[in-house]
């Protein structure tokens, strides 16, 4: 009689994952969630927007744990023939509380002294977050460009939820212009919160006579599959992203030759020009190469970008490129000062820009309202 053999044992551990989605009562449905906040300004016009919770998704694991992710509805009025450089109070709920109420101030006609506010890489550290918007309110700017990575994951309604809980007040009373960063991974969500001139993703507005141009340093890198080493992203980058970047900077030399007359011209991206972050030198360079003499040729006064935590002023042909991106994530150490680097420090911070009928100023602040470094720019000679 032959040995049977042991009966290998099988063992399939099967995960559930079961998602359960709950309507909201009409009531729960009308209380304001995120804003209101406004978005679209210009002279003459306006968004106020804001957002309502619609509905609930249980997600529950193989293990019976639970995660609740909500589901929110967003709203949007505009408000068409403002009177330039003035100031409205709004109301989106008229419900006798302040819940809906906010004041939006259009953009002057002529060139008037402003100041607006930019910062970088809010992505982490809520804490951090929390007390530069503090300090960023001391100073009223009209307007505010943080230079990307908003959230840590642009996917994750959480990480919205806490981006608009710091903000909500700020927000309430201040056009918000974000760009995208890699950690936005391309959301809908982001579309959905922020309504922006062009296609969104690279757009320019006018405050006055001077020009503010928002460009698209991730184009298509989202979408490079998770195996590709990293010499193949630089290939499929130039490959399948080069497309994409090229219609981008034909538009930016359509936008720079429309608006020549510019008094003053500030271009803001999430990655650097100049990094002095070892590991990031060579990803700079190629991005440098890719944008060429444009900034030079047309006069740019500041190039402002984030995605290295930490503050660096470089100045190359006349303009000044700063990485300012000291706003809530990790700090990163300085290890490749390069040639053109003027000044930097590692440290959360944020900037204050005065635009004045002859020059502007832009003050470079810590996270405890101390003034640690100033850039002079004089307004453009134009023709
Ligand atoms: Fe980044």
């Known amino acids: 009689m032959s040995q049977c053999k042991p009966m290998k044992q099988l063992i399939v551990i ?36 804001w957002s309502t919770l619609e509905g609930e998704v249980i997600v529950t694991d193989g293990n019976g744990k639970n995660d609740t992710i909500r589901d929110y509805k967003q709203h949007k009025v505009y408000m068409a023939n403002l009177e330039p450089n003035t100031t409205y109070s709004y109301d989106v709920l008229n419900d006798g509380t302040d819940e809906g109420k906010g004041t939006l101030t259009t953009y002057p006609e002529k060139s008037v002294p402003f100041n607006f506010v930019a910062i970088g890489d809010t992505r982490s550290r809520n804490n951090v977050h929390k007390k530069i918007i503090e300090q960023v309110q001391k100073v009223n700017p009209r307007f505010i460009v943080n230079s990307g990575d908003l959230v840590a994951n642009g996917l994750s309604m959480k990480d919205w939820e806490s981006f608009f809980e710091i903000n909500e007040d700020f927000m309430r009373n201040t056009p918000y212009y974000p760009v995208l960063g890699n950690h936005e991974k391309d959301s809908p969500y982001y579309y959905d ?39 193949m992203k630089d290939a499929y980058w130039h490959e399948s992203g080069i497309d994409y970047m090229k219609t981008q900077k034909k538009w930016l030399e ?76 990790p700090l990163y150490d300085i290890d490749a000062v390069q040639p053109e680097t003027v000044s930097y420090k590692k440290i959360e911070h944020f900037m204050n820009i005065e635009v004045n009928e002859k020059d502007a100023v832009l003050h470079v602040i810590d996270i405890d309202g101390n003034e640690f470094d100033t850039i002079k720019v004089k307004r453009r000679k134009t023709k």
Do not use: C
């Open 14 to 49: 099967i995960f559930l994952v079961q998602v359960s989605i709950f309507k909201l009562s009409a009531q729960e449905q009308q209380k304001i969630a995120f804003g209101p906040y406004i978005q679209q300004m210009s002279m003459e016009d306006a968004a106020v927007t």
């Open 254 to 329: 359509e936008v720079l030759k429309l608006n020549r007359q510019a008094g003053f011209i500030f271009i803001f991206q999430h990655l650097p020009l100049y990094s002095v972050k070892k590991s990031r030198v060579a990803e700079s360079k190629m991005v440098r190469e890719f944008w060429g003499d444009i900034f030079k040729r047309h006069g740019v006064q500041a190039f402002i970008n984030g995605h290295d935590h930490h503050y660096h002023h470089a100045k190359d042909n006349g303009v000044h490129f700063i990485t300012s991106a000291g706003a809530g994530a």
């Open 193 to 231: 919160f922020f309504d922006l001139p062009n296609n969104e993703r690279y757009y320019y507005f006018t405050v006055g006579d001077a020009l503010f141009v928002v460009l698209d340093s991730e184009g298509l890198r989202t979408t490079i599959p998770a195996f590709t080493s990293d010499e």
